[in-house]
Structures are given as structure tokens and as C-alpha cells.
């Protein structure tokens, strides 16, 4: 007879052990890699901000000194030390004199923005209604001096430039993104004279929709309220330049109440911006400036500096295509042996440009 306890199922307690044990093993073995992971990102994370930090340091000193130097020595929060970090260019080299084409309304940001900056005890005993606006608005077609004439007037005002853009004030932390706003505000007052650059300024301060992201609307809403509540005197000039001031709120354009329509150049602006653009460069006599500047007709500002480039480069073509007829097709140029003496430069130069450019543009018809 066969015995009954054989069909009967053994015990789970043993599996139950085994299966605890793996899981525990298993439990392990994810704890460490993902120890190893964070690690390995925490690593890289350091380096990473270390190496910026070690980047961005003079900056942070050079405002530091400016401060210090002022008699101001007001502490700074982080918000305000990121942003000195990355809004504030090292040099600006852009003068008045650089821009050509543009006097009309040089002269007038001398008069409305530079000299209330520049010599504030003029214009203190004065009218308030004397001061620096709060915002300047400079809209027209790319290319045509908007972002140099905001560093020029950094440059002739001797004022403090910040530079903001949207990346530097964005944070993926709710309200931080109104904490940078407020810190661009607070900091502009401790390093006043300031002037607030916003380029492409349609991108960030865009028309509101019952539609917009929340976030953005706080940081806009935020911004409006630190702009209102500016009270520097007309030591903080905020400065946007635009292509599209159609898509600006209406009540951000309200608080730029100067605004300057920067057109494409006509036949003398160009004729002013080519000699400027020229300026260094051999010329061969008689160059004629206004038969050149003619065939510019719809260029920008930095269109006519980029044909002049291209006609540049026509002399030292053919320079180096005469010395390979020469030397072979293994020539190479070094300063030690062989000095670059090009011709130069000719009107008619510019005229094989656009002659090669015009040919291109209809095989691209034809296609």
C-alpha cells in the first residue's frame, strides 16, 4: 500500500526562503547601482558648475571692485550672482563711431539716455519730467544696429550692461524663474548707472492669452511690477530690440515710451556705412563709393559689411591661384617665407560677387 504522505505537497517555507534571499540579493545589487549611478552624476554635475564658476569668476570680482570702488559694499543673493555670471559681458568695444548711417538717432540717445546717466546732477535739480525714460524701444529689420547701438550706449555712458536673455532666467523650479526677474531689477539698482538689454525682446514679453503658460505669465507679471515700482532716478534705462514690435504686449510698450524705427539704409547711409566698413582696407584709386553703394540697394547695415568681405576676398584668391600656377598645388603660404601682398581692392571686385551670387540665385530658380 502506498503511503499517502508521498502525494502530499511538501512545505512552501523553503521556497518562500529562497525567493527572500534572491530578492534580497536583487534588492542589493539595485541599491548599489543606482549609488554608482548618482554618484557618477553628482560628479559630473560639480565639475561642470566648478569649471563655470572658475570661468565666470573675474566677472564676479570685477563687480565686486566696482562696488567696493563706489562705496557700495551691499551684499549680493545668488539670484543676482548668476545673473552677473552670465548677463554681463566682460568688454564692450562698440563705440558711436563704429555705427554708421545712424547719427540722426545717435544723437538723440546722447541727449535722452546718455547724458542723464553720464552727468546726473544736471538733470537732478531739474524736472523729473527731464529724466532718462524707464524703457527705450529700438525696432526695424535684422541687421540694421539695433544690439550695437545698445552696447555702444553701454560703452559711451560708461553704465554697467546687462544683457539679459530668456535662458538666464528660466529655472525648472516654480517661481524661481520671478525670483531672477526680481534679482535683474535689484541687482541693475546696486551696480546703477544700469542699462537692461532685452534683445529680441517680442520673444519674452510676447502679447498675453488667457492660453499662456502659468509660469510665464508670473515671470511677465513680476516683471511688469519691479519695472513699475523702478525708482532710480533715471539711472536704470531698460532697452529692447525688436524685428516684430506688433507682437510686444501692449502694456509693456506703454512702459517704453521712446521708441526708434531703425530703417534700412538709403543711398547715403550706405555710402557712410561702406567707408566705415572699408576703413583699413587698400583701396585701389579711384574707388567709387556711390556707384558701389548703389548696387547695396535693400542691404543691411551687416549685409554691406558681408559683401565687403566677399570683395575682400577676391585679391586673395587670386593671389593664392597665381603663386599654385607658380609653386604647384602643394604651395602653402607661411608668414615665415612668403608675406601675403595682394592688390588692392577694386569697385569692380564687388561687381563679380554679385554677378557670381546672381548666377547661383537662378540655377536655384531653375531648380
Not at 133 to 162: D, N, Q, R, W
Request: proline share 5%; hydrophobic share 40%; charged share 30%.
Amino acid at each position: 500500500m502506498l503511503n499517502p504522505d508521498l502525494f502530499t505537497p511538501k512545505s512552501s517555507s523553503s521556497s518562500s526562503k529562497i525567493l527572500s534571499a534572491a530578492g534580497i540579493i536583487v534588492s542589493s545589487l539595485a541599491f548599489r547601482v543606482a549609488i554608482s549611478v548618482s554618484a557618477a552624476f553628482l560628479t559630473t554635475y560639480i565639475l561642470q558648475h566648478r569649471s563655470t564658476k572658475l570661468q565666470l569668476k573675474p566677472n564676479l570680482s570685477k563687480v565686486r571692485e566696482k562696488l567696493k570702488k563706489d562705496g557700495r559694499n551691499v551684499p549680493l543673493n545668488s539670484h543676482e550672482i548668476s545673473l552677473i555670471q552670465e548677463c554681463i559681458p566682460e568688454d564692450i568695444n562698440v563705440k558711436f563711431d563704429d555705427i554708421g548711417g545712424l547719427e540722426d538717432i545717435i544723437d538723440d540717445l546722447r541727449e535722452t539716455v546718455v547724458y542723464p546717466l553720464t552727468v546726473p546732477g544736471l538733470f537732478s535739480g531739474s524736472s523729473p519730467l527731464l529724466q532718462a525714460p524707464k524703457g527705450v524701444l529700438l525696432y526695424g529689420p535684422p541687421g540694421c544696429g539695433k544690439t550695437m547701438i545698445a552696447k555702444a550706449l553701454a560703452h559711451e555712458s560708461s553704465a554697467t550692461f546687462l544683457n539679459v536673455k530668456i535662458s538666464s532666467i528660466t529655472d525648472k523650479w516654480f517661481g524661481e524663474s520671478n525670483k531672477y526677474a526680481a534679482a535683474i531689477f535689484s541687482l541693475a539698482r546696486k551696480l546703477e548707472p544700469c542699462i537692461v538689454f532685452i534683445d529680441e525682446i517680442d520673444s519674452f514679453l510676447r502679447s498675453r492669452e488667457t492660453n499662456d503658460n502659468e509660469a510665464m505669465s508670473m515671470v511677465k507679471s513680476e516683471f511688469m511690477t519691479q519695472w513699475d515700482g523702478l525708482s532710480s532716478g533715471g539711472r536704470i534705462v531698460i532697452l529692447g530690440a525688436t524685428n516684430r514690435p506688433n507682437d510686444i504686449d501692449a502694456a509693456f510698450l506703454r512702459r517704453m515710451p521712446k521708441r526708434y524705427g531703425i530703417r534700412l539704409p538709403d543711398l547715403k547711409k550706405r555710402i557712410e556705412i561702406l567707408k566705415l566698413s572699408l576703413h583699413g582696407t587698400t583701396l585701389e584709386e579711384p574707388f567709387d563709393f556711390e556707384k558701389v553703394a548703389r548696387h547695396m540697394e535693400g542691404l543691411s547695415g551687416s549685409g554691406i559689411k558681408e559683401a565687403c568681405r566677399d570683395a575682400a576676398m577676391i585679391p586673395i584668391r587670386e593671389y593664392f591661384r597665381d603663386h599654385r600656377k607658380k609653386h604647384g598645388m602643394k604651395f602653402v603660404p607661411t608668414e615665415e617665407n612668403d608675406a601675403l601682398k595682394t592688390r588692392p581692392l577694386r569697385d569692380s571686385d564687388f561687381f563679380v560677387e554679385w554677378a557670381a551670387k546672381k548666377k547661383d540665385d537662378e540655377l536655384d530658380d531653375l531648380e
